[in-house]
Every structure is written in C-alpha cells, then in structure tokens.
C-alpha cells in the first residue's frame, strides 16, 4: 500500500481516462436522485427521467408509437425509463471526460443543458407546479455540476479546471482522494435513492381511496331492500368458472389488464378533483367526486377490451362497474343541436373521442366509480372513469377523467387518431380458447375444452370448434350468466382421439354475423383472426 502510494505522489501521470468518466457519472447520479426526492416529497412534480419519458412519449410519432405504446402494459414503457438514465449517465460520462481533458466549462454547459431539459420537462406535466419543477430541475443540474467540480479537484492534474487547483501537488489532489470522495458522492447517491423511496409514502389519492366504502356509494337508500353493490362471488353462479384455466366470468380487479399512456398513474386527490362538462352544451356545469356519489347509481356487467389486444391475447376483461349513466349527465348539461362527438379528458390530459349517436341504441355508457365492488383501483381511473359497452377503451374508456366535451366529429381527434389508429373504435367479435393450453400434452379421452368469446354490445349466439382442420364445426355450450354487453363463457366437453390436433374457434354473434376469418393485426381498428392451439393427445 505505502509502496503504490509513495510511486503515485512521485509522478504526475495523466489520469486514466474513465476518471473523468467515473466523475460525471456520479455527478448525474446525484442529480437524477435529487430529481427522485422531489419526486417522492412533491406527490406531483415527476422526477427527471420521468419527466423526460413522458415527454418523449409524447413526441413520438405515429408508427412507433403505434407498435409501443398503446398496449405498453409492460415492454416498451417498462424498458424506457432504464434506457433515459442509461443514456444520460453515458452522456455525463462523456462531460465528465471532456471536463478531465478540456474544460469544465464543457460539462457545466451539459448540466446546464440537462436542467433546462429537466425544467421543461417536468414543468409540461400537466399535473405538476410549473414553477417549483423548473426551479428544482434547476438546483439538480447545480448539485450535478457541484459534485461535478468537488472531483475534479481532487485529482492530481486537473490543469485546465479553469483556474481552480492548479498546483499538482496539491496535498489535496491525490489518486487516493479522488477514489474516495468518488465514493463519498456515490454513498450520498444511494443514500439519497433510499431516503426517496422512504419518503414516498402512500399520496392523497391512496389514502382517500382507502377511506372510502362503496356501499355508501349512491343515493340508493331510497331503494328499500336492493343492496346497490353486489360484491361478485369469486365465483359467478351459473358460469363456467370452475374450469381451471378458463377466463373467469368476472375478471378480478388484481389480475384485469391495465393500459395507459401514463408513465406514473395519476394520483387524483378526490377532494380537490372535479369533473367538467364543456363544449357544445346548453348549461355547462362541473360535478364534484361527493355529488356523483350523491347521484342514482347502476351497476352493470361490462367487458372491456383493448385495440391492441391480439387473437388469443389477454388486454380484455370483464368487470361490475358502478356509476352514473352518460345519458343522465348530457341531460343536465343540454347537448346542443350540432354536437356530433362524445369527448372525455383526463388529468393527464389524454384524450378519446366517439360519435354520440353511438349512445342511440341504448347501450351502456357510464362514468363509472366503482369496480367489482371496490372504488376503481387508482390503475383502473380513480375517482372516476367512462365505460362504454362495445367500444374499444382507446376511444371511449377514459381513466382519471375531468373533462367531457361535445364537440362537432371533425372539431377534435383523440389521442391515438393522429398516431395512426382509427377514429372509430367498435369492438370487434372475437373468440380465444383458454384451456386445452396452447401446445401442450392432453390425456387421450374425455376433456374440456373452453374459453370466451365477445361481441358487445351485439352478444354472442353461438360458438364453434373444429378438431383439425376443415374437419368440420361443432356448437359449443354457452354458459347462463352475461348480457350482450359481456364475453361468454364457452365449452365442449371433447373426447379427444389420440393424435395432434388444432382446436380452432370462431364465434357467430347476436346478429348472425360470423367473427371474421382475418387475418388482420390491431393497427389500425383492431385484431381479425379464428383462435388456434395445438395439442397432442396421448
Ligand atoms: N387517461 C387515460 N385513460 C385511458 C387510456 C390512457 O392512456 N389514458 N387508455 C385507454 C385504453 S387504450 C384502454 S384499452 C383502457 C384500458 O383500461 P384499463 O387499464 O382499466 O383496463 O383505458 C383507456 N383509458
Ligand atoms: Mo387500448
């Protein structure tokens, strides 16, 4: 040890490269994690890299966006934030190298640079202060450039520092000192890190959420007897949802598919959120959280599917939702001749868009509260959310809603419609097999086959399967529970042949209607296709 020091204080060598690298690393770090602890403390200014994701979500355009985002329940959202602060850390590596060699000035310039983005960045949400995020953005790019220098100087040859330590003996400025304020700086980053992830704590909306209690939901006292919310059993009488592995008739909250935009899920404090009616309307008028509870509520059985789910894919459920019909609240509001297009928007500004006369067959619309007897999950679009029957959500099934317009058809696109995606969105009939699992091994002889099929709001009349192909159609069993508005629950009970087999399954719907034969992928309105899995029987 004493024998590498005393060799170190005798030369003055040129540092190794990615000491310079190593400092601007560690510089970003301490700026992204002072970005985390506003984060965590504000409750609603996002962190830097949070700030950039959901601004470069936002840019991006149609294709791109059309493949990632719209059902980014988990890739290209999942992996976007790690790329931000990988590419920010490789960036800072490159300033902290080009201040070891040239000058500091080049890295405060970048840091610079970095805080204004921050600024930006974090300010455009539309949940956050303006003025708070860019002045935080702002002191992080600071503590950056700070840590920033503190290094430099403690290395031996830090000849161009602009004037700071320009003695290269400077007690101060070894190897050794270098390493450990290094790792000083680091200590502080995961310090940091973990104070924010102590600190976040639950936000208002999660606490409020937790208070409430959905059978005080509604004005629904007045109805002697009738309980308002039926907590559906695990299991829904008269269904098919013993099978194991089927798609239960109900999706539980825990396991219904999620799909948003929203890079970190709005957290909507009710007390402080309301709901406006804009536009093309008679008498405008904004209703808070308590006087939608206040109001008569329906609950109905809905299924709900995503553009983007695939054949066979799994971004569709079927929930109770609980809520105020649309219609209702237009009434108040006085729909005036001209307006063309149902228009909702959320918190984080997010927006879909339908024609209202789809609202003239009587099917439900709802601006819903309630999910499967639990206020809706902060996920599913706490405090209030639409839900139109036969509509796919990117059209119609706005979460964190707080705005609903009506507008002339060609006065406003919705989010997706200039990424690409049809402006109309009625769902299409569809069918998936659940259980034999796809390519995999049966016992030879008696067994079920089953799985679901939807075609809201017009129902399903019969299901169909095929053994092989061109084999020939057999009607499935359809089971009791469900409207026009819900999936089914469909079975054969097979009595499979040894052998390889493509069980294949196309559904007729309520108006005789065959599911189309596609195929079609989910650009632009939708996925077309007869479901297949393989099995062998032995
Ligand atoms: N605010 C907001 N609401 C939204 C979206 C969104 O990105 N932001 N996505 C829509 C889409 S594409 C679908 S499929 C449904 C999914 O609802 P879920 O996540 O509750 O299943 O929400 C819709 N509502
Ligand atoms: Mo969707």
Not at 190 to 213: P, W
Not at 355 to 381: Q, T, Y
Request: glycine share 10%; proline share 7%; charged share 20%.
């Amino acid at each position: 040890m004493t024998a590498v020091e005393s060799h170190e204080e005798r030369t003055v060598p040129d540092h190794p490269r990615w000491y310079g690298a190593l400092a601007g690393v560690l510089a970003a770090l301490v700026a992204l994690i002072f970005g985390e602890l506003v984060e965590a403390i504000s409750d609603s200014i996002p962190g830097l890299v949070l700030g950039m994701g959901e601004w470069i979500l936002d840019i991006t355009p149609g294709r791109a966006a059309r493949e990632g985002i719209e059902n980014l329940g988990s890739n290209a959202k999942g992996s976007l934030l790690p790329g931000i602060t990988i590419v920010a850390l490789l960036l800072a590596a490159l300033l902290g190298d080009l201040a070891r060699r040239r000058s500091i000035w080049f890295s405060v310039a970048g840091f610079a640079v970095f805080g204004l983005l921050g600024g930006f960045t974090t300010a455009r949400n539309p949940q956050s202060p303006a003025f708070a995020s860019w002045f935080w953005a702002i002191v992080a790019a600071g503590l950056g450039v700070a840590t920033l220098v503190l290094l430099l100087t403690r290395m031996h040859r830090p000849t161009r520092l602009a004037g700071v330590l320009e003695d290269p003996r400077d007690p101060r400025a070894t190897r050794r000192a270098f390493l450990s304020w290094s790792a000083g700086a680091g200590a502080v980053a995961v310090t940091g890190l973990a104070v924010a992830d102590r600190v976040e704590g639950r936000s208002a909306a999660e606490i409020a959420r937790g208070e409430l209690d959905v059978s005080d939901f509604g004005a629904t006292t007045s109805v002697p007897g009738a309980s308002p919310v039926a907590v559906p059993d695990p299991i829904t009488p008269g269904s098919f949802d013993e099978i194991d592995g089927i798609g239960r008739f109900i999706t539980p909250n825990d396991t219904f598919y999620r799909i948003d935009t929203a890079l970190s899920v709005p957290q909507v404090d009710p007390d402080s959120w309301s709901l406006s009616f804009t536009g093309m309307v008679d008498n405008p008028y904004t209703l808070t959280f308590e006087e939608i509870l206040a109001m008569d509520l329906e609950e109905q059985v809905v299924t709900l599917s995503c553009v983007s789910n695939e054949v066979g894919g799994g971004l569709v459920g079927t929930a109770t939702w609980l809520g105020v019909p649309i219609t209702t609240l237009l009434e108040r509001a006085g729909v005036q001749d001209g307006a063309e297009q149902f228009v909702g928007r959320s918190v984080d500004d997010w927006t879909a868009g339908f024609p209202l006369d789809v609202l003239d067959d009587g099917r439900n619309a709802m601006l819903a509260v309630a999910m499967n007897g639990e206020p809706l999950p902060i996920i599913h679009g706490f405090p209030a959310r639409l839900v139109v029957a036969g509509l796919y959500g990117y059209v119609s099934a706005v979460k964190w809603i707080e705005e609903i317009n009506l507008n002339t058809w060609d006065g406003f696109n919705g989010y997706w419609v200039p990424r690409g995606w049809s402006k109309l969105g009625p769902i299409k009939t569809m069918s998936r097999i659940d259980v034999p699992r796809h390519r995999t091994d049966i016992p030879a002889g008696p067994t079920a086959v089953a799985g679901v099929a939807w075609s809201p709001p017009r129902g399903i009349q019969r299901v169909e399967l095929e053994f092989n192909v061109d084999d020939g159609w057999h009607e499935c069993e359809i089971a009791a529970p469900g409207t026009d508005e819900t999936w089914v629950q469909w079975k054969y009970e097979w009595d499979a042949p040894p052998g390889e087999h493509v069980l294949r399954v196309r559904a007729i719907d309520g108006d005789g209607e065959l599911q189309p034969l596609g195929p079609k992928s989910v650009a632009p309105d939708g996925a077309e296709g007869w479901h297949v899995h393989q099995v062998r029987a032995t």
